[in-house]
């Protein structure tokens, strides 16, 4: 046996194996949570008015360990609630039920977990990080904040506190910490989700907001920022 195919063999086989967890999990066509959570708008109007990229291995990578954090840890209560509803309405809907027609009123998203601390229901996000934060990011709270609004419209639940457990992935989440935060008004969230939703409704592409994440973004090239104005173009 020639070792080195053997080995490049077992390899192969195990991308292939991440691939398929990844590609083939059923993610319906609709504007989920994780599209509204960014300072910038641009980047979720390419995801929906440009032809869809090829997903890099890197990224592939990232999604599989995620996947297999949410397939296997339950914190007690509720997990992998998903929910789905028309903002501008106010009303619960299936994701199946979303349309050409309603696709920019409604959104979709699936909540980590409901934990019930003394009493009182916490919305809890896991995340996992190379390095765990002093603060957590404003796009990850702000992703809960969401969840808090779909919780409501779906249940008539209103959660007061969101959290993020953070997971150091170098330490195999030896390392952890978790950020528990009070949740916005339900006014102030429907306002902000409903602007987010009108940018992307629009024919052309949001306002431009440059920051470090730029470097980082698949649409970069297309976007253009550092050669197209800078801040706030």
């Known amino acids: 046996m020639d070792d080195l195919h053997a080995s490049n063999f077992i390899i192969e086989q195990f991308k292939k194996v991440q691939s398929s967890k990844v ?5 319906t066509h609709a504007v989920h949570v994780s599209n509204l959570t960014g300072t910038c708008m641009r980047k979720p109007w390419y995801e929906f008015h440009q032809p869809e990229l090829p997903v890099d291995y890197k990224s592939i ?9 949410h397939e296997n840890v339950e914190l007690g209560g509720r997990n992998e609630i998903s929910v789905s509803a028309n903002i501008r309405t106010m009303t619960p809907i299936n ?3 979303i349309n050409n027609q309603n696709f920019y009123d409604c959104i979709t998203g699936t909540i980590d977990d409901l934990v019930d601390v003394d009493g009182e229901t916490i919305i809890v996000d896991k995340k996992t990080a190379n390095r765990i934060p002093e603060q957590p990011a404003s796009g990850y709270v702000m992703q809960i904040n969401i969840y808090k609004l779909l919780l409501f419209i779906n249940e008539k639940i209103e959660i007061k506190h969101g959290a993020i457990l953070y997971l150091d992935k170098p330490s195999s989440f030896f390392e952890s910490k978790c950020f528990v935060f009070d949740l916005m008004s339900l006014d102030e969230i429907k306002k902000m989700v409903t602007e987010k939703l009108d940018q992307l409704k629009m024919d052309s592409e949001p306002r431009r ?3 470090d994440k730029c470097n980082w973004c698949q649409f970069l090239k297309i976007c253009d920022p550092y050669n197209n104005g800078g801040f706030g173009n």
């Open 23 to 27: 590609m083939n999990s059923e993610r």
């Open 61 to 69: 990578c990232n999604f599989f360990l995620g996947t297999l954090l």
């Open 95 to 97: 994701a199946e039920e």
């Open 209 to 211: 907001i440059v920051t």
